[in-house]
Each structure stands twice: as C-alpha cells, then as structure tokens.
C-alpha cells in the first residue's frame, strides 16, 4: 500500500514556474515507476509525465514537453515536477500516481497506475 500526498500548487502568472513534489509513504517506492496527470474543470484527466523507478527513463505528454521534467529522489520517497514556462492552459488540479514496476518501465496510461494523490491544485493567470 502506498500513500500520495502532492504539494506546492498555486497560482502564478504565465511565463511563470512551479515546483510539484509528491512524497509517498511505503518502504518500496524506488520500485514505483510514477507518473503525473491532471485534470482541468469540465475535461477529462490527461497524462502530463511519467518516470521510471530509477528514474533513468522519463516520457512527456507533447504539450508540456520542453517546459515541464519530471525527476524523483528515492531517498526521501518524492517525486517532482517542474513546471517552466507555464501557460494559462495548464490551469488544472495535478495528481501523481504510482504503480509497481516489474522492470525499469514507465506507464503514460492513467488506468495502468494503482495509487492515486488527492491532487494539488495549479491555476495559470494571464
């Protein structure tokens, strides 16, 4: 079992950067490949990034690729994203996911992941 808590969404102007963190409870989080999603109000969740349990290996939606990394500290069980170049249509609320990893892979299919944050919420202004 593992538990999701995101932090550090806000509001920031665009052109602006966030920093996401998501800390996981469990003993076996460096066997977690994680990924990050959101959800914006009245559309359906999207991938935004996945990473592998080693972190060598990392995959970004098209729209956030270039502006968005994903990396992860397994020594104090967080993974984060980093969001550069923010755009007002990357208002939404961000969750992080993870899924026990067989092999050094990463999933970009939200149904793939088992544990699931609460969400933190990130708003764009223009």
């Known amino acids: 079992q593992v538990q999701l808590v995101e932090s550090g969404g806000g509001l920031v102007q665009a052109g602006g950067s966030l920093r996401l963190s998501c800390a996981a409870s469990?003993?076996?989080?460096?066997?977690?490949?994680m990924g990050w999603f959101r959800q914006a109000p009245g559309k359906e969740r999207e991938f935004v990034g996945t990473?592998?349990?080693?972190?060598?290996?990392?995959y970004y939606a098209d729209s956030v690729k270039g502006r968005f990394t994903i990396s992860r500290d397994n020594a104090k069980n967080t993974v984060y994203l980093q969001m550069n170049s923010l755009k007002p249509e990357d208002t939404a609320v961000y969750y992080c996911?993870?899924?026990?990893?067989?092999?050094?892979?990463?999933?970009?299919?939200?149904?793939?992941?088992?544990?699931w944050g609460q969400g933190t919420q990130v708003t764009v202004s223009s």
């Open positions: 469990g003993r076996t989080f460096s066997s977690y490949a």
């Open positions: 990473i592998s349990w080693s972190g060598g290996s990392t």
């Open positions: 996911a993870a899924r026990p990893a067989v092999s050094d892979s990463y999933y970009y299919t939200g149904k793939r992941y088992d544990y």
